[in-house]
């Protein structure tokens, strides 16, 4: 069962809400870290927070509900329900992972949450579409039928409200389709906490490509990788679409296209697993600062960009995996490389966040990790 419950939102005025980003998290990404400077930075942040208060940019809602998230874009429309849940739902095996996290990004998100005490954005989790759950987003969308491109409405009504709640209860399962390194940073927080979650149906998630780029420290031969990659690839200069097995392969200002021999595995494995390791002796993607992972609408032109800056750059570019790809690998267990799927919808930071309490806590005796 999914384990939900309402939330009183802090909410941005409208002018403010593209602003949050650089003012209540971009402080805390303090280079070179030390603990004095992220600690004061934190400590900054929680000031922001209450002076956005006392200057009416930030409110937070009177009453608890549980949100709707409406995005219209031109194709496809998507609805998700936007609320709290239970962090034993994973602690007890019910939220289903597919990805592995990056062990520094956890540990920041890890601190800001303990010290801010803030979640700017949700994480993401998909389930089977629900008869129930679509009939109330349904009834609430169309009884505010005004157009827009992003919009939250909110459901306060007792009787709804237990509906959902109750819905939920009846989800066996749900998969955690964005958001690994927030809900492995809470876990190591409090297990016994609630996170700002939205829930997007199945049917309606949508997964965009996610490509990687090896800087190398020291050059590559191109002769004798193309020689490496032939024994395992048949390589192709004449493109066509990508395929399962199939990637893009930029080397010294030439693309290729690779079909690997032996495609039986999801492609961001056969990738790690058959090119990357071996090749490259990159076996810990967690943690290998040789790797670049980029995704979403832009991914085009930011690699481009990369490779003029890194002439000696190798690129990949790999097929989107599906949603039941992703929700079968989470069913099995089976965690794929740090970021191996750009989840669509990206939630802008600070639309609704989620505040937690200090209240009755030392907030100078709070450990950094």
């Not at 409110?59 to 549980?66: N, P, R, S, T, V």
């Not at 949508?206 to 190398?216: A, G, K, L, Q, S």
């Not at 740090?338 to 709070?366: N, R």
Request: aromatic share 8%; proline share 6%.
């Amino acid at each position: 069962m999914a384990t939900i419950k309402p939330f009183r939102a802090l909410r941005p005025e409208p002018s403010y809400s593209g602003k949050l980003k650089d003012l209540l998290e971009a402080p805390a990404r303090v280079r070179p870290e030390t603990e004095e400077r992220q600690m004061a930075a934190y400590a900054e942040i929680r000031n922001r927070i209450d002076l956005l208060k006392a200057q009416g940019n930030l409110h937070l809602d009177e009453q608890a509900g549980i949100y709707i998230y409406e995005i219209v874009q031109p194709g496809y429309r998507q609805t998700g329900i936007w609320t709290l849940t239970a962090v034993q739902d994973y602690v007890e095996g019910r939220i289903k992972l597919h990805e592995q996290t990056l062990a520094d990004s956890e540990r920041r998100i890890c601190n800001y949450r303990r010290h801010t005490g803030l979640e700017g954005s949700p994480i993401v989790l998909t389930y089977p579409s629900d008869e129930t759950i679509n009939r109330i987003i349904g009834e609430a969308c169309n009884a505010h039928p005004e157009a827009a491109t992003n919009r939250i409405l909110k459901i306060e009504d007792p009787v709804t409200v237990n509906e959902l709640i109750k819905a939920f209860k009846g989800i066996e399962e749900s998969y955690l389709a964005d958001g690994h390194h927030r809900l492995a940073g809470t876990v190591r927080n409090n297990p016994d906490s609630w996170i700002s979650s939205l829930y997007i149906a199945s049917d309606q998630l949508r997964i965009i490509d996610y490509h990687r780029v090896v800087i190398p420290q020291l050059p590559i031969n191109k002769t004798y990788l193309l020689q490496r990659l032939a024994e395992i690839c048949e390589i192709k200069q004449d493109f066509k679409r990508r395929s399962k097995g199939s990637f893009e392969l930029y080397v010294d200002g030439i693309w290729y296209e690779l079909q690997l021999n032996n495609s039986e595995a999801l492609d961001v494995v056969s990738l790690q697993e058959q090119i990357l390791a071996p090749l490259f002796g990159i076996t810990d993607p967690r943690t290998d600062s040789r790797l670049k992972c980029i995704g979403g609408e832009s991914a085009d032109l930011e690699i481009d960009s990369l490779l003029k800056l890194h002439p000696e750059a190798i690129a990949f570019k790999l097929q989107p995996m599906s949603v039941d790809d992703l929700m079968a690998a989470a069913a099995k267990g089976q965690l794929l490389p740090p970021k191996s799927t750009w989840v669509d919808p990206k939630v802008p930071y600070g639309l609704l966040m989620y505040q937690h309490s200090f209240e009755g806590k030392d907030i100078s005796a709070l450990h950094y990790d």
